[in-house]
C-alpha cells in the first residue's frame, strides 16, 4: 500500500517512475509540472468536463490509452463502480497504478490494445478514448472494434486536429467524373505522417475535423456534444452500412 508515504517518498517514487505525460497532483507532488500544453490534461479537463455526468454510480467505465490514469481516475473520483484503463505502455501503466494507489482509488489497470478490446468480453456504459485514434496505424478498424465490442452507450472521444477546420456536408454518393469535393478544405481528410510529427514516430495521422466526426458516424457514433475543439461527446448507434462483424473469422464469411 501506497496510501501511507510520505512526500517525500512519493516524490521519490514519482522521479523514478517518469517522464510523466499526465500532470496528476498526488499529495502534492506534481507529476509533470513542466509540460508543453500547460498544466496538463487538467487545463483541458475543465473546458468539457460539463458534458460527462456528474454521477456515474452503478455505472461501468473503460480508459482506453489511459496513460498515468487522469481521466480513470476522474471517473472513479465521480462515483463509477468499475474503472477498466488499457495502455499498451508498462511504463504508462507502472504511473496510473501507483497514481491510482497514492490517490486511493480502486482502478484496474491492463496492458491491452485497443485492436484487442474484443478479448475483454464486456461492455461499458462510458468508453474513454482521448488521444489514441492518430496515434493508431489502422484507426477506423479500432473504432470499430470499440463499436462492436465495447461501447454500450457513452464514448469520449479526442484527436489531435490539423488542416481545415471547415465541415462540409457531405452527399451520399459522388458520380465516378466529380472529384472537386475531394479538393474542398471541408471535405473529410486524414493526412497520412510517413515519418515523424512532433518528433513523435507514432503520430500516423492527421484528421481535420470533417474527417473525425465522418469517421465517429462511420463507425456508429452519434455526435451529441463538442464541449471543446478536439473532444466529442457520442453516443453508441447502430452502425450505418453495418454488414456483420468488423473483423469477421473465417467460418464467418459466407
Ligand atoms: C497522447 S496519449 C493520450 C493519453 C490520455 N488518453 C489522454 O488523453 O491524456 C496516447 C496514449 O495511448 C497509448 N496507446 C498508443 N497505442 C495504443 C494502443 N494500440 N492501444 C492502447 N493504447 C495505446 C499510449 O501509450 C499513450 O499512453
Redesign the pocket.
Known sequence: MTGQLSREEIRQRVDALGPW??NLDLNGVSTAPVHFLGDY?TVKWRRFSHVVPDRLDGKSVL?????AG??AMEMKRRGADRVLG????DE?LAQARFAADVSGLKIEFRK????DVGTLGEKFDLV?F???LY??RHPLL?LDLIHEHVARDLLLF?SMLRGDDRVDSLETDYDFWTTAQFDRPGYPKLHFIEHKYADDP?NWWAPNRACVEAMLRSAGFAICAHPEDEVYLCRTTARPQAEGPVYPRRSEIR
Open positions: 505525460f499526465h490534461p480508459d482506453i490509452g489511459c496513460n487522469f481521466y488499457l495502455d499498451t505502455d504508462y491491452l490494445s485497443a485492436y474513454i482521448m488521444g489514441v496515434h493508431l479500432a479526442q507514432t
